[in-house]
Nanobody
Framework: QVQLVESGGGLVQAGGSLRLSCAAS????????MGWYRQAPGKQRELVAE???????NYADSVKGRFAISRDNGKNTVYLQMNSLKREDTGVYYC?????????WGQGTQVTVSS
């Protein structure tokens, strides 16, 4: 069983930065792609960024150049560094792990960007 625990959300002014962390239990972390998703009020959950087990990354167009995803396999942790935050980045951010038919989600952490 895999558990994902996010931390690092909060309230920040536009233009500011936050770093989210997602700590994972379980031995499959090192071979599993990891991702960050977000869900704004009234909108569908969307992919923000993902990182493969080998470190290759992919980003939503809306965050390219501002966000950076990384992973530390020694700590079973994936990070999302968010810079130059905008009001439209507001939402609940979820950590995601998928491997084969198995899929896991964290409980989510709230990010609120004020103007």
């Amino acid at each position: 069983q895999v558990q994902l625990v996010e931390s690092g959300g909060g309230l920040v002014q536009a233009g500011g930065s936050l770093r989210l962390s997602c700590a994972a239990s379980g031995s499959i972390f090192r071979i599993a792609p990891m991702g960050w998703y977000r869900q704004a009020p009234g909108k569908q959950r969307e992919l923000v960024a993902e990182v493969s087990s080998g470190g290759s990354t992919n980003y939503a167009d809306s965050v390219k150049g501002r966000f950076a995803i990384s992973r530390d396999n020694g700590k079973n942790t994936v990070y999302l560094q968010m810079n130059s935050l905008k009001r439209e980045d507001t939402g609940v951010y979820y950590c995601h792990l998928a491997l084969g038919l198995r899929e896991y989600w964290g409980q989510g952490t709230q990010v609120t960007v004020s103007s």
